[in-house]
Nanobody, 124 residues
């Protein structure tokens, strides 16, 4: 069983950055994929970023150029940094895991495991 625990959310000023962490327990296998989704109030959960076990990263257009996803295998932790925060970045951010690759990771329905979510609020 895989468990994902997020941390690092909170209230951040627009233009600043937020760093989210996701501690992973259990194994997603050598073909697994980790990453992040976000869900603004009243809206669907959308793909933000993913990273494969080999370190290949993918980003949604909404954060490309502003976000960086990394993983620390020694700590079993995945990080997401989003710079130059905008009001539209405010959402609950969910860590996600898929055991069968990153190709379908963009679809929330294809995710095998979810964290509990961490709130990011962007203040002006």
């Amino acid at each position: 069983q895989v468990q994902l625990v997020e941390s690092g959310g909170g209230s951040v000023q627009a233009g600043k950055f937020v760093r989210l962490s996701c501690e992973v327990s259990g194994s997603i296998g050598s073909s697994g994929c980790l990453g992040w989704f976000r869900q603004p109030p009243g809206r669907e959960r959308d793909f933000i970023s993913s990273i494969s076990t080999t370190g290949t990263a993918t980003y949604a257009a909404s954060v490309k150029g502003r976000a960086t996803i990394t993983q620390d295998n020694a700590k079993n932790t995945v990080y997401l940094v989003i710079n130059s925060l905008k009001p539209e970045d405010a959402a609950i951010y969910y860590c996600a895991a898929r055991t069968n690759g990153c190709a379908a990771f963009v679809s929330a329905s294809r995710i095998d495991y979810w964290g509990q979510g961490t709130q990011v609020t962007v203040s002006s």
